[in-house]
């Protein structure tokens, strides 16, 4: 938020310093608040050092979530809206949570509604909750609206850690793995080099193919670090890219194990923000748009945009997502009972709990049968390379033996 510094006088003194608003009028307002009467006022300049960073967004999910269940608790409670957030901005811990809430109270008391004052924090208040709440707002139901958002943010959290533990463990067994690899090749094996060499005999197959491996580590190292700079490189191009996140996303929902678990989440991501928009009486087709936007997977964001598009041209909801590999055959059905019986809210909701169910199963039995086979594979990786170096010892040992 930008900052101004002023000159001013009150009952007493002449008061110079500074004030954080959104705008000239706004700092002139809040200082006339304040008792002082403002003679100058100017925006300071941003620099590098005064400018505030921030990668991503501001707020953790969690915290968000407790957020959005306490406001709803404290509304119900009968506490203004003003209130409620005072309240909240003197319990959050963190500091630039506090900043931002104290910033929406200031907005608030100038009669300004909660989702434009949400809206001057998209980095925290991303567009499926302004849009509830701004529903809310029109209906008089915010409490109910931020109650639904707080259990949409609370399910969609759980579902993708769920997700990203199963992915984790073999992604870090992996890592390790290659590290361990390398350290034995790059430092172990060479050492025993010169005491294969004295035998004098044929070295075994598996020894002679891992000094081949250590030899071309140690000559051309560079190689390894210039293909995981490619690869990391060529990574992050295509995810900028939108043709290349499409890619992307289309080779992880195809890939044997995991595609599954994660068209499952994406897809109860999507029928979880769909229902939760239906019951905030948010229009179809706007509902649609910020469900194209927030659901993360271009696959399933381009069937959502074809689906809202059909609609647009008075066609059905269901005929882009009954023609595409993606959509498994439950969902169109469900839509269309939803749509016949008005119940479309409800009939998207239990969608969602049973992918949700069906991730939460999927992902326990694949961390029960991943974790001990990547144990084995780990273990097989080192053990070949140790192999490897034994079975020269043994023939060293047998030929001292027979002197």
Request: aromatic share 8%; glycine share 6%.
């Amino acid at each position: 938020m930008p900052r101004f510094t002023y000159e001013g006088r009150d009952a007493k003194s002449i008061r110079r310093g500074t004030v954080t608003a959104t705008n000239k009028r706004d700092a002139a307002i809040k200082l006339k608040n304040q008792g002082i009467r403002v003679v100058s006022i100017v925006e300071q300049k941003e620099t590098a050092l005064t400018k505030e960073i921030t990668i991503g967004s501001p707020v953790k999910r969690d915290q968000l979530i407790m957020f959005l269940r306490q406001f709803s608790t404290l509304l119900q409670a009968g506490v203004t809206i003003v209130d409620a957030v005072r309240i909240l901005s003197v319990q959050v811990e963190q500091a630039a949570f506090r900043k931002i809430l104290t910033s929406i109270q200031e907005d608030l008391r100038t009669g300004t509604p909660l989702s434009v004052a949400f809206a001057k924090h998209p980095k925290v208040f991303e567009p499926l909750i302004l849009n509830m709440i701004g529903a809310g707002e029109v209906s008089g139901t915010v409490d109910e609206s931020l109650d639904r958002l707080a259990d949409h943010f609370e399910k969609a959290y759980r579902t993708r850690q769920k997700v990203i533990s199963a992915l984790a463990y073999p992604i870090v067994v992996g890592i390790v793995a290659i590290a361990v690899v390398i350290f034995l090749l790059w430092f172990v094996v060479p050492m025993f080099v010169e005491m294969f060499d004295s035998i004098g005999s044929q070295l075994p197959w598996l020894t002679r193919a891992v000094m081949a491996a250590s030899e071309w580590i140690e000559s051309y190292w560079y190689i390894l670090i210039l293909i995981t700079s490619a690869i990391v490189v060529g990574y992050l191009l295509l995810r900028s890219n939108p043709k290349g996140k499409y890619t992307l996303d289309t080779i992880v929902l195809r890939l044997p194990i995991f595609g599954p678990i994660v068209q499952k989440a994406a897809l109860a991501m999507m029928t979880r923000t769909l229902s939760s928009m239906f019951s905030s009486s948010v229009p179809i087709l706007q509902a649609l748009l910020m469900t194209e936007r927030v659901i993360g997977n271009k696959v399933i964001a381009k069937v959502i945009g074809e689906s809202r598009e059909s609609m647009e041209r008075g066609g059905s909801l269901t005929e882009p997502m009954l023609n595409h590999w993606a959509f498994p055959p439950l969902i169109p059905h469900m839509i269309a009972i939803g749509e016949e019986t008005g119940s479309l809210d409800s009939m998207l909701a239990k969608v969602a709990d049973f992918y949700e169910k069906e991730v939460e199963a999927a992902t326990d039995r694949l961390k029960a049968l991943i974790e001990p086979l990547m144990i084995v594979f780990l273990a097989a990786v080192v053990g070949t390379i140790v192999l490897a170096i034994m079975l020269p010892m043994f023939s060293m040992f047998e030929q001292i033996d027979n002197l």
